[in-house]
């Protein structure tokens, strides 16, 4: 089973939703972007990152423009499911731009990060601000399009923290300025085969039929597959050698030596 729900900013009150209660050990709620518990790096921000870690099923986040950068880039990168992926705590995870997924027995291909609405200067060559890592690589923007190619330019979901850009006169009637991310999207769109696509940002939920949805506080359930119970594997215990018991006749020999 997979929920998706979009920008946190840090309100971890939507991990009350009943529809939550329904996910098991392997099912995942997936996060569009701007998860925004990974702030400040202080006590009580590690301790609930812990406790969102100590959750029975995954708790998966998509990056967006409001995240702290350099703290997230501490944490160690790793496979996950046939992608990379930054291990926070426990079962809490970052999926990371341009990769590739099979979670829950479903495909996703996850392309995190964006343009913040402050950020209008990011083509230039020496501001170092540091919201410049919001912005995908070219090297993202390919490894993506690469993924998507070697799995047959199919997924069962696509997330997205920024909409393709052809979904953005459905949101904001009227409204045309689109970045280079949107653009890169609606190449996406063109290329992919997908069921339904998941994208964040715009603070409002709203279905764009037949398969896009723009989500904000909502969960919303994206597949009701019910995964077998899984046991909880416990880390196998290292069994003691006893001490050989001595034998009258080794006492013996003890003696006469």
Known sequence: MI?????LHGDITRF???VLKKL???????????????????????????????KKYNVLFAEGVHENFDLLEE??????????????????????????????????????????????SYLEPDDEKSWIKELPTDEELEEGLRNLEQHGNEADFIISYEPPAR??????????????INTYLDKVLDTAKFKMWYFGKRHINKLIPPRYRCIFDA??????????KQKKQKPEKVKKEKPEKKTKKDKTAGEEE
């Open 75 to 120: 944490y160690p990168v790793e496979q996950w499911c046939g992608g990379k992926t930054r291990l926070i705590s426990g079962n809490l995870r970052q999926l990371m731009r341009g990769q590739y997924y099979t979670i829950a027995e479903k495909t996703v291909f996850v392309f995190g990060g964006g343009q913040s609405e402050e950020n209008n």
């Open 24 to 54: 098991r050990r392997g099912d995942a709620l997936i996060i569009t972007g701007d998860f925004g518990c990974i702030w400040d790096g202080s006590k009580k921000e590690k301790k609930m990152l812990k406790k969102l870690g100590k």
């Open 167 to 180: 979904m953005i006169e459905f949101i904001d009637i009227g409204k045309t300025s689109r970045n280079h």
């Open 219 to 228: 969960v919303d359930v994206a597949d009701d597959t019910r995964l077998p």
């Open 16 to 18: 009350r939703s009943p």
């Open 3 to 7: 929920c998706v729900t979009g920008d």
